[in-house]
Every structure is written in structure tokens, then in C-alpha cells.
């Protein structure tokens, strides 16, 4: 999916900035639009200013400066509780002097609602997220994976337009985690509503979201599709953050178009493609991915860089061989293979000749 | 090692039940923890339980007309208060020489006092009898001494009482006892005297006061009784006997003595009426509701002083409230009651948001009103409360502003001391920190989120707050209350100093009991009650609230 044009927007931030003291912004410059429906995870490390982008869109902290729009409007001065934002928080929130039915119940109470319109609303949230046998306990009687079920059945039965979830999955063990991934997922394409979404963890955001956006140091790095993210990183930010990563460093030789040679620090020149370097003499960065890098020569294409290396681990996984090697000064290459039966199991200080294509090797900032 | 064979029980190593040994090393566990916390169970129970058992005790006992008169009371049993007509000889006869021991031990003041609560004007006619008591016998006493100087002499009495054959110790013991009774004292040591088995029959009145002077003389004022002139009653009691006693049999010590007594009396003297006596040093004596009085108030255990707590009275015709005039504790309970909660009330109006700003505010300034709320915790009391005094009073700082700011005219300066606002405003100013802490305490665990979550669904600040924080923090204003107001139902110092006439609690009462009516018994009674209504009042918040909803922190 695709940035869309400002006038399909549903969810804008203008220049938003934010600073809690005075002195420091959290929030730098943050422009994003999001269409109706869309499902977008903010993904980035502890202190980027996700939660805080977050609080400024369901209104419990006002922009520094900037605009934020929903549905074309600006709701700057809009109070949290006229935005119509459901909100799914970290530590759930349940309200633990009510019961399941009576937390579903209280956000249609505030609107007034009659007494049959709210049981079947609240029926069918709770069914919806398969707690039925569950309306009269209290939240302390149930599991965290059934407490993050009935947030989310609480933040969904007013039926808002726009939906912000916290780290909603922290407190849970994988298992669940991925279960209440696939359910959030289905639930809110289901529904048809807008999503954003906050979390640490990388797999959720890629298997979760039509769109990332990579937050570092109260910028986004990167907005874009998880495949887009993944293989092609903007900068060596993104690619260190996403997946699994290895980086070269050296001084970029020559640009042409879309190659560029690289001298790498040894001395040795590779080529790659130039994602966001621009003149020559300019330190870079290089990135490939562990599983483009291949020792197997017939696997290898035509065109493909061979550079020597030296066996310093093998790991044996299962589906795939992790081997780490010494390459151009860097203890640190990592390459993935998978376990094929033609695929040679490496000994610890053997020296191999490792290539790939470079398409797959990106000239990043330094 | 341990034996699990299918039925027997479960063995220890050594063979013994192991169930026996887990207690037995239980037990010893126990015991120890046990022998931790001894200094502090001993404390409690010598400096807490003791005097509320004691108390407790004191508002129902009422040994102490029994005990001063027992004689009169038992014989008194007989007799109809409704006939409307004083009781017989028989009754002053008994009461003549139970009042003569207690007059000498000086313990019939202390029952005239007592009495007092119940009926007007008894204390004063106990304490002018017992004055009195001596003419009686004096009269008898001159006659015989004019006819024979024996009678004044203390070894010829001892030899007529003691006499040559058998004696009996028992009534010895039985007047060593009352004794004991009337002074509150164990009394050891050795009488040294026994009335003789033929003196007794022939003589028994006399017998029963000569023990009474001969208890008395030996064991309160150690002297020899032998050595001793016997009181005046013991010849009040000869005269009595010598009116109706045969002598013919009686060769004893001091016969011919007896003898010419009787003949002397019989001549010189008028037949003893004790009835006659008491009406002359008091017509009060013939009043029946005395003597009903008395009767009401001679069992040992008496519901009086809770009666009397409650504005009622124990009257010979049964129970009924006292007469308007003198209905007091019913208002003082009500006022107490109701000024506790109106302080707890006015805490919680005060102590809230207080509590909600300290659960909210940034640390660094949380501290700071934290110290302002801990603040009149370090100041003392007596301070505290005299500052009130300055702030209110008609002359103080309060007035002064107003009149300045022309709201109120000179000439009529509030009144806002020494009355009910007065102690509900110094109160509410002591008792707060109380109220802010729990609440304080409960408020931190309230996280934010839960305001957000609400808003978040739609409600209003207000909502939010009303369905959402307020439920949560109810434990602490629960806790607060229960703190506040039993500190409050119980206070003294501060009402003392500024409620005036009409801002005083309960407390006072007891206190002025206490200390300066001596009615313990009542002021145990009204302690009592104000613990009753602390713990029907604590069990009615558990029935409603809940207790395990109270949180400290
Ligand atoms: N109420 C606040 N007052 C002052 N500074 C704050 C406040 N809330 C957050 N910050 C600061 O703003 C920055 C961003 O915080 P934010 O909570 O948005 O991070 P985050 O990306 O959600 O991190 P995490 O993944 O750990 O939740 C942090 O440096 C944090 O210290
Ligand atoms: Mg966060």
C-alpha cells in the first residue's frame, strides 16, 4: 500500500512537534497521513516518542506545535472524550470495580444508549472476541491473554472509526502473542477500522501492519509496506532495526546510476546499489542481508561479488545453517542457508570464498 | 524410612505418628514466636484490656450497699414499698449497728454518696446520723456507770463477753469479714477475742456489737480489746437485751452486775425504740422512698448506671425515664454522635482533594504539601487548639477581617468559639491529616490510566471521575472515616478547651465523672456505651462496606 494523497486522509499529523519540558524535543517534525482502514504500526525503540505520538492523537497530550487532523479536521482543541478514539493501553485499563459487562457497558452508557441496544452491543463485542461465557467476572478473575481480549471488545463496542492500541501484547507470552495477533488482524480488517498500532517488537509489526512506521530519536526513519521495509531500509538505522543485518563500512569510489563501487576498508572494492549516498568521498555504510549471502557458487548468479572469508562459527538450527565469518576486517558477517542436501556444512577455520548479487547490497549513510 | 502402609497413619522416622511430631514441632514453633511477642501481649493486656475488662466491670457493681449495710438489707427484703408505710423496728434496729461499724470505719459517707445519684439528699442524711449514732448508747451508758463503775471499765466487759466456758470464733469471722469489706482490705492479725456460747444466747445484741468494737479495735486501731471502754452502741444493744433477757439461769462472770442492770434500766430507763431514734436525728428515715431506695440498690449488681447513662432511672416501681429536668447524656450522646460525623464528613470534603492533588502533583511538589499535611502533626495539640481560640474568638483574628472588611458590625461579631462550630472547625483541623494519609495512600495505587481509559471511551471529566476514580478510591475514604471518626467520638482535649456549654462531648462527661464527681460506676457505664456504639458502628460498616475494602496503604 502505497502514501496516499492529503485528500484521502483520514489520520494527519502536519509538523507535529512535542516537547514535554521546554528544552527538548521528543517529537521532531512528524508528518504522516493515514487513509480510512488502514492498518499502521509505529515500531521503535524505547524513548522514540511513539506512546507520546499516541497520547497526542487520542488527545491526552497537546501538539507543541503543528496540526493534527482526523477525518479532515483539525482536533487540536478537541477534548479526548468528543474524539470518538477507542484505545486498547498497555496495562489494559479494565476497570476493576466493574465487571466484564459492565466495563463493555460503560462506553455506551456515556452515550446514552438504551438498555437492549447496549446488551446486544456488548453481546456481540464480547462474542467477538469469543469471551461470552465471561460478562460477570471481574477483570482480576481472568487471564491477561482474556484481560487484552475484553480491552480490546471494550475499546471496539462504541464502534469508533479509529482505533490506537499500546503495546497491547507486551505483558503476554508468545504463544498467546501470536494467537492475539492474528485477532487483532482479522478483527480489524473485519471491521473495516483504522488502526495504529505501537509496539517494540519488529515480527509483530511486519506480520501485523499494511504499513511501519519506523520511529528513532522523535523522527520517522522509514514509512512503508513490511516487504518494502525489510528489503529496501532507507538508511542504516532501518536496516540495523529490521531483521537481521550486515554491515561493511568504507568510502563509496564512483556513482552511476544505480550502481556504485565502494571501497571497502581493507581495500577491496564491491559494488552496490546507492540508496542514500550521494557524492563520492562520502564514508557508507554497506548492508546485506544474512540470507542474500550465499557460498555455494552454483547458486550464486551471474554478476555476483566473491570476497574471501574465514569460518568462525557454524551453527546448526535446523531449517536453516547460521555461520558467522571474518570478512574484510568484520567478525561480525553473519550468513543463513538454508539446509538443502547439496548444501555444505562449514568447519570452524576453513577459509570460503562468500558472494552476492549487488542488488541485494545497499550503500547506506554512515 | 516413613511407614505408608495402607491404613495405619503416616510414621516419622523415629516410629511416633507423624502428625504427632509435625504439632509437636509446631508446637515448639509456636511457642517461640509466641515468647517474641510476650512483652508486647503483656503489654496490652496489663495497660488495655485490663482497664476496659475493669471498666467494664465497674459500670454494673454495686457491692457497696451490701456491703456496708448488710443486716439491714437482708432484714429490709421483707418489706412492701408499695404499702407506703416505713418498715418496722426489726429494719432500724439492723441499720443502727450496720451504720455504727461503718460509721466508725468512715465508710457511710461513701454510701450516702453513692445513694445520692439515686435519690437527693441521702448523703447528707447518712453523714448527719452518723454523727448522731453515740447519743443512743450514751444515754444507757450513764445510767449504769452512775449505778455500778464497772460498766466503764473495758477488762470487766472482756471478762462478762469472754465468760468461763465455751467459746465461738464464728461470728468473730463473720464481723472480720464485713469489716473487710467496708475498708476494701484484706485484714489479718489475731482479734483476740471470742465471744462465750452462753453470753451469746443470754445476750445477743450486746454480743453482736461488742464483736463489731472488738474486731474493729484489734485489727483497724491494734489496740488490746481487753484494755478497751466498749462503744457506746455495745451498751445501746445491753439495753436492748436486758428489756427481755432472764438472768435466772446465769452464774457466769459479772451476774450479779447483769442483775442490778436490768433492774436499774428497767427503773431509770425508757425501753430502747430504735425507730424513734432515727426519726429524731432525721425524719427522713420514715420517708419509705428512701428505704425503697435502699431496697432497689442492695443487690450486688446493679443496671443503674447504664440506666442512669440513658436518662432513666431504676425506681422501686421499675424502670422509667428521669424527669425532664434532669435528662442530659441521651442529648450528649446524640450531639457527640452527630458532631463525629459532621468532623468526618467535613475531613472528607477537606481531606480529598487535598489527597488527589498529593496523589498527582509532580514529586518534588507532592513533598512539599506532604509536609504541610504532616505539619500539624508536629505541633502540639494543646497549641493547635489554643490557636483556634485566638483565630475565633469574638476579639480574634477572623472577627477583626471581618469587621475590617465591613461584612460584619462591630457590635455583632460572630460567635465562633466555645460553641458546636467552634469544635468542629478545631476538629476538623486536627483530625484531617488522619483522613488525607489513607486516602493518599489509596490514590497512589489508582494508576492514570484508568482516568485515560475512560475519557478515551467517552466520558466527561466529570464521568470519568465519579464512575471510574471515585469507586477505586472509596477504601480510602472508608479508612479515613473510620480513623477520623472513632478519634473524633472519643476526643476530649479540644471540646474541652473550645466547645463551651454547647460543644462538649460525651467525653467530657465521663471525664468530669471521673475526676471530679467520683461517679465512676457511671462514667464506666457512658464508656461502656460509647464503646458499644464504636463497635455496633464498625460492625454496620463491615455489613455495608465491607471491612476487607479498608485500605491503610
Ligand atoms: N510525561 C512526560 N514528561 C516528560 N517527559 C516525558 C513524559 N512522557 C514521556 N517523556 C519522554 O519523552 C520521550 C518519549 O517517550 P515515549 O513514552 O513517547 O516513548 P516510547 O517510544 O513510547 O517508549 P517505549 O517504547 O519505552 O514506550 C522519552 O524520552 C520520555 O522520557
Ligand atoms: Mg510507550
Redesign the interface.
Known amino acids: 500500500m502505497a502514501a496516499t494523497s492529503d485528500s484521502e486522509a483520514f489520520v494527519a499529523f502536519e509538523r507535529v512537534q512535542k516537547s514535554y519540558d521546554g528544552e527538548t524535543l521528543v517529537v521532531k517534525d512528524l508528518n504522516l497521513t493515514m487513509p480510512k482502514g488502514e492498518f499502521l504500526t509505529m515500531l521503535g525503540p524505547s524513548g522514540s516518542g511513539k506512546t507520546t505520538c499516541l497520547m497526542m492523537l ?3 497530550e497537546t501538539a507543541t506545535y503543528g496540526e493534527i487532523k482526523l477525518d479532515g479536521t483539525s482536533i487540536n482543541n478537541i ?4 474524539r ?4 486498547v ?3 489494559y ?1 479494565l ?3 466493574m465487571t466484564v459487562a459492565e466495563n463493555l457497558s ?2 455506551l452508557e ?2 446514552k444508549m438504551g438498555k437492549s441496544e447496549r446488551e446486544t452491543k456488548i453481546k456481540r463485542a464480547l462474542d467477538m472476541v469469543q469471551m461470552g461465557d465471561f460478562a460477570g467476572r471481574r477483570p482480576t478473575q481472568l487471564s491477561g491473554g482474556q484481560q487484552q481480549r475484553i480491552a480490546l471488545a ?2 471496539l463496542v ?1 464502534e469508533p472509526e479509529l482505533v ?1 492500541m499500546d503495546e497491547p501484547l507486551g505483558a503476554l507470552d508468545k504463544q498467546l502473542r501470536e494467537h492475539m495477533q492474528f485477532e487483532i488482524t482479522r478483527l480489524a480488517h473485519e471491521l473495516g477500522i483504522t488502526t495504529v498500532y505501537v509496539t517494540h517488537d519488529q515480527t509483530e509489526a511486519l506480520t501485523m501492519s499494511d504499513r511501519v512506521a519506523v520511529f528513532n530519536d522523535g523522527r520517522i526513519q522509514q514509512l512503508a509496506a513490511p516487504d518494502t521495509l525489510y528489503e529496501e531500509p532507507e538508511n542504516s538505522f532501518v536496516a540495523q532495526f529490521i531483521g537481521e543485518n550486515n554491515t561493511l563500512e568504507g568510502v563509496v569510489k564512483e556513482i552511476s546510476g544505480n550502481t556504485c563501487t565502494v571501497q571497502l576498508d581493507n581495500g577491496e572494492l564491491i559494488s552496490a546499489r546507492p540508496v542514500n549516498v550521494t557524492e563520492v568521498g562520502q564514508r557508507t555504510q554497506v548492508s546485506i542481508r544474512p540470507e542474500r549471502v550465499e557460498t555455494n557458487k552454483e547458486r550464486l548468479q551471474e554478476g555476483a561479488h566473491l570476497l574471501k572469508a574465514e569460518v568462525l562459527e557454524f551453527v546448526y538450527m535446523g531449517d536453516i545453517f547460521r555461520t558467522r565469518l571474518r570478512v574484510a576486517g568484520n567478525d561480525d558477517f553473519v550468513m543463513k542457508t538454508r539446509n538443502a542436501p547439496d548444501q555444505e556444512r562449514l568447519k570452524k577455520g576453513q577459509m570460503v570464498e562468500i558472494g552476492w548479487l549487488p542488488d541485494d547490497c545497499r550503500a547506506l549513510d554512515a | 524410612m516413613s511407614d505408608t502402609t495402607q491404613n495405619g497413619p503416616m510414621l516419622a522416622a523415629d516410629g511416633t505418628p507423624l502428625k504427632r511430631s509435625l504439632n509437636r514441632a509446631l508446637r515448639r514453633q509456636k511457642l517461640r514466636a509466641l515468647m517474641l511477642i510476650a512483652p508486647l501481649l503483656i503489654f496490652v493486656l496489663v495497660t488495655f484490656i485490663a482497664p476496659i475488662a475493669d471498666m467494664l466491670f465497674r459500670s454494673v457493681e454495686n457491692q457497696i450497699v451490701s456491703d456496708t449495710l448488710p443486716t439491714a438489707t437482708e432484714v429490709l427484703e421483707d418489706w412492701d414499698h408499695t404499702t407506703g408505710t416505713p418498715p418496722g423496728e426489726e429494719v432500724y434496729e439492723a441499720l443502727y449497728y450496720d451504720l455504727y461499724l461503718a460509721a466508725e470505719a468512715r465508710a457511710h459517707t461513701r454510701l450516702g454518696t453513692r445513694l445520692n445519684y439515686e435519690y437527693t439528699g441521702v448523703s447528707s442524711l447518712f453523714r448527719s446520723t452518723g454523727r448522731g449514732l453515740e447519743d443512743l448508747g450514751e444515754e444507757y451508758q450513764d445510767i449504769l456507770e452512775d449505778a455500778d463503775d464497772s460498766w466503764g471499765e473495758g477488762a470487766f466487759w472482756y471478762e462478762l463477753m469472754t465468760g468461763t466456758g465455751d467459746t465461738d470464733a464464728s461470728l468473730v469471722r463473720e464481723h472480720r469479714a464485713r469489716l473487710q469489706a467496708l475498708e476494701n482490705a484484706r485484714l489479718t492479725g489475731d482479734v483476740g477475742f471470742a465471744p462465750s456460747v452462753e453470753i451469746m444466747e443470754l445476750l445477743p445484741q450486746t454480743t453482736f456489737a461488742y464483736t463489731d468494737f472488738a474486731v474493729f479495735t484489734a485489727l483497724m486501731d491494734e489496740d488490746v480489746v481487753a484494755e478497751e471502754d466498749p462503744w457506746e452502741g455495745v451498751y445501746a444493744g445491753l439495753a436492748q437485751d436486758l428489756q427481755t433477757a432472764d438472768l435466772s439461769g446465769y452464774d457466769g462472770p459479772g451476774a450479779e452486775a447483769l442483775v442490778a442492770a436490768q433492774q436499774t434500766l428497767a427503773e431509770q430507763a425508757e425501753p430502747i425504740n430504735y425507730t424513734a431514734f432515727f426519726e429524731s436525728e432525721d425524719e427522713d428515715w420514715l420517708n419509705p422512698d428512701i428505704w425503697a431506695t435502699i431496697q432497689t440498690y442492695s443487690s450486688n449488681y446493679t443496671g443503674g448506671y447504664f440506666l442512669n447513662a440513658v436518662d432513666m432511672q431504676l425506681t422501686p416501681d421499675g424502670i422509667e425515664m428521669r424527669p425532664d429536668g434532669q435528662r442530659l447524656y441521651m442529648v450528649l450522646f446524640q450531639r457527640t454522635l452527630f458532631m463525629s460525623l459532621t468532623i468526618t464528613l467535613s475531613c472528607i470534603l477537606l481531606g480529598y482533594p487535598v489527597a488527589w492533588l498529593l496523589a498527582n502533583l509532580p514529586a518534588s511538589k507532592a513533598n512539599l504539601l506532604m509536609i504541610l499535611v504532616l505539619l500539624p502533626f508536629w505541633t502540639s495539640l494543646l497549641v493547635r487548639t489554643s490557636a483556634w481560640k485566638v483565630m475565633l474568638q469574638q476579639q480574634g483574628v477572623i472577627n477583626d477581617v471581618l469587621v475590617w472588611l465591613g461584612l460584619v458590625d462591630d457590635a455583632a461579631r460572630l460567635v465562633m468559639i466555645n460553641n458546636q462550630f467552634g469544635t468542629i472547625v478545631a476538629m476538623t483541623h486536627i483530625l484531617l491529616p488522619f483522613m488525607i494519609l489513607p486516602l493518599y495512600s489509596v490514590m497512589q495505587g489508582i494508576p492514570p490510566s484508568y482516568l485515560r481509559a475512560a475519557k478515551s471511551l467517552g466520558a466527561t471529566n466529570w464521568t470519568a471521575f465519579w464512575r471510574v476514580y471515585f469507586p477505586q478510591s472509596v477504601p480510602g475514604i472508608g479508612a479515613g472515616s473510620i480513623l477520623v471518626f472513632i478519634l473524633a467520638i472519643g476526643y476530649y482535649i479540644t471540646p474541652e478547651i473550645v466547645g463551651g456549654r454547647t460543644g462538649t462531648f460525651i467525653s467530657n462527661r465521663i471525664a468530669y465523672h471521673i475526676s471530679s464527681s467520683l461517679n465512676w460506676g457511671l462514667a464506666a457505664a457512658l464508656g461502656a456505651i460509647l464503646l458499644a456504639v464504636v463497635l455496633l458502628l464498625y460492625w454496620a460498616y463491615d455489613r455495608i462496606v465491607g471491612i476487607d475494602n479498608v485500605k491503610l496503604g
Open positions: 487520542a488527545g491526552f477534548p479526548p472524550h468528543k470518538g478514539i477507542g484505545m493501553f498497555q496495562n485499563a476497570f476493576p470495580h460503560f462506553p456515556v452515550r471494550r475499546a462504541f490506537l
